[in-house]
């Protein structure tokens, strides 16, 4: 009998907490995200980094491991075979991806950045479940965050991976023209 | 030196690209964490030892990157991605590559 009820109780308990988790993390991400919005990011390679010359330039980059719990899984992955959308997993993309740009930006402000350009996402299934169905995503955000000069006095200490700041900051015009000369 | 996943560096002339580079690495976890993890894959959530694990490998492939770069006699690595990450039994493997320049 409580064989039966163990298996009942576990995909209850799995359904219960993994709703107050989403729920949570969509309620802190919302507030991270109000607070963090003052910091631009963009994916454009060019334009913006020469419209702001950096003459100290980081790679900043921000990632997360986040799984569905065991009821939502199973689930989605039955739905999988019979319906066209997961909406589920849509929801675990979601968060997955909000949560590794909030990282990135954190990072950058760290280092007093005004803007973080050329930021990329991937996404990549940590974990084959049951039946192919992807149970834990990984989302890295990653991008290069750009420090104004009077700025780069104050940042902190290299702590990651990476950089000096140029040997003649903006001492020559690149090749490929500015946006707003 | 100078990483970055941007193409070119703005104020700065490439003088020598001296070719790809790459950094590889490969991190394992300790059996209880992912004893753990497994319990907690369970309940859902964020799954915040294989974050770290990613995290601590992705520097480890950048640092290696960087003494490729630097053994090639590169001051920078530009157009950096990062690449095949794959988790099996635990176990987190991921590559990064890059273009080594001369920056003049």
């Given at each position: 009998?409580?064989?039966?009820?163990?298996?009942?109780?576990?995909?209850?308990?799995?359904?219960?907490?993994?709703?107050?988790?989403?729920?949570?993390?969509?309620?802190?991400?919302?507030?991270?995200?109000?607070?963090?919005?003052?910091?631009?990011?963009?994916?454009?390679?060019?334009?913006?980094?020469?419209l702001?010359?950096p003459?100290?330039?980081?790679?900043?980059?921000?990632?997360?491991?986040v799984?569905?719990d065991?009821?939502?899984?199973?689930?989605?992955?039955?739905?999988?075979?019979?319906?066209?959308?997961?909406?589920?997993?849509?929801?675990?993309?979601?968060?997955?991806?909000?949560?590794?740009?909030?990282?990135?930006?954190?990072?950058?402000?760290?280092?007093?950045?005004?803007?973080?350009?050329?930021?990329?996402?991937?996404?990549?299934?940590?974990?084959?479940?049951?039946?192919?169905?992807?149970?834990?995503?990984?989302?890295?955000?990653?991008?290069?965050?750009?420090?104004?000069?009077?700025?780069?006095r104050?940042?902190?200490?290299?702590?990651?991976?990476?950089?000096?700041?140029?040997?003649?900051?903006?001492a020559?015009?690149?090749?490929?023209?500015?946006?707003?000369? | 030196?100078?990483?970055?996943?941007?193409?070119?560096?703005?104020?700065?002339?490439?003088?020598?690209?001296?070719?790809?580079?790459?950094?590889?690495?490969?991190?394992?976890?300790?059996?209880?964490?992912?004893l753990?993890?497994?319990?907690?894959?369970?309940?859902?959530g964020?799954?915040?030892?294989?974050?770290?694990?990613?995290?601590?490998?992705?520097?480890?492939?950048?640092?290696?990157?960087?003494?490729?770069?630097?053994?090639?006699?590169?001051?920078?690595?530009?157009?950096?991605?990062?690449?095949?990450?794959?988790?099996?039994?635990?176990?987190?493997?991921?590559?990064?590559?890059?273009?080594?320049?001369?920056?003049?």
């Amino acid at each position: 009998m409580w064989e039966i009820g163990l298996l009942v109780l576990v995909p209850v308990l799995a359904y219960l907490f993994g709703t107050i988790t989403e729920r949570n993390h969509y309620r802190s991400l919302a507030h991270r995200e109000r607070h963090l919005v003052r910091l631009p990011i963009c994916d454009d390679p060019h334009s913006l980094t020469t419209l702001y010359p950096p003459p100290s330039s980081r790679l900043v980059m921000g990632s997360v491991v986040v799984t569905l719990d065991l009821f939502k899984r199973v689930v989605a992955s039955l739905a999988n075979r019979l319906l066209g959308r997961v909406e589920s997993y849509e929801a675990l993309l979601d968060r997955a991806r909000r949560e590794a740009l909030l990282r990135m930006k954190s990072e950058a402000l760290r280092l007093d950045a005004a803007l973080v350009c050329n930021v990329r996402l991937e996404t990549a299934h940590v974990f084959q479940g049951w039946r192919g169905a992807p149970s834990a995503v990984e989302v890295l955000a990653y991008g290069t965050a750009l420090i104004p000069a009077e700025r780069t006095r104050t940042a902190p200490a290299a702590s990651g991976p990476v950089l000096a700041p140029p040997r003649r900051p903006l001492a020559r015009p690149t090749s490929r023209p500015a946006l707003n000369p | 030196m100078l990483i970055t996943n941007l193409e070119n560096v703005p104020g700065q002339r490439i003088m020598k690209s001296l070719g790809m580079v790459r950094g590889q690495a490969l991190q394992d976890s300790h059996w209880m964490t992912r004893l753990l993890s497994g319990l907690h894959r369970v309940l859902g959530g964020e799954l915040a030892h294989y974050s770290a694990l990613l995290r601590r490998s992705r520097e480890k492939a950048l640092a290696h990157m960087e003494v490729e770069a630097r053994a090639m006699g590169a001051n920078a690595v530009l157009n950096v991605r990062f690449s095949a990450l794959a988790v099996v039994g635990g176990r987190a493997r991921l590559s990064v590559l890059g273009t080594a320049v001369v920056l003049e």
